[in-house]
Nanobody, 119 residues
Framework: QVQLVESGGGLVQAGGSLRLSCAGS????????MGWFRQAPGKEREFVAA????????FYVESAKGRFIISRDNTKIAVYLQMNSLKPEDTAVYYC????????????WGQGTQVTVSS
């Protein structure tokens, strides 16, 4: 079993910054990719950013480019999301996810952490 635990959410004013962390534990096996998703009230969950565990390649949703930075620490199975220039529309529950083993989709998820950006 694999556990992912997020931390770092909170309330911030527009233009501010937050850094989310996600720590993985358990029988990790072959980690392929870790990423962040978010879900705002009344909306579907959407992809935010991801990092390839093998070579560190990063991927972002268009709205996050230039503002968010995803990074990894593969010595301890951790992924981070540095969020800058936050906007009220970034308000959501942010979820850490991992794609482990021969999976086509993300197959492990954290419990989520709330990010609220006030205007």
């Amino acid at each position: 079993q694999v556990q992912l635990v997020e931390s770092g959410g909170g309330l911030v004013q527009a233009g501010g910054s937050l850094r989310l962390s996600c720590a993985g534990s358990g029988r990790i096996g072959s980690m392929d990719r870790m990423g962040w998703f978010r879900q705002a009230p009344g909306k579907e969950r959407e992809f935010v950013a991801a990092v390839s565990w093998n070579d560190g390649s990063t991927f972002y949703v268009e709205s996050a480019k230039g503002r968010f930075i995803i990074s990894r620490d593969n010595t301890k199975i951790a992924v981070y999301l540095q969020m800058n220039s936050l906007k009220p529309e970034d308000t959501a529950v942010y979820y850490c996810a991992a794609r482990i083993g021969p999976a086509r989709d993300y197959n492990y998820w954290g419990q989520g952490t709330q990010v609220t950006v006030s205007s």
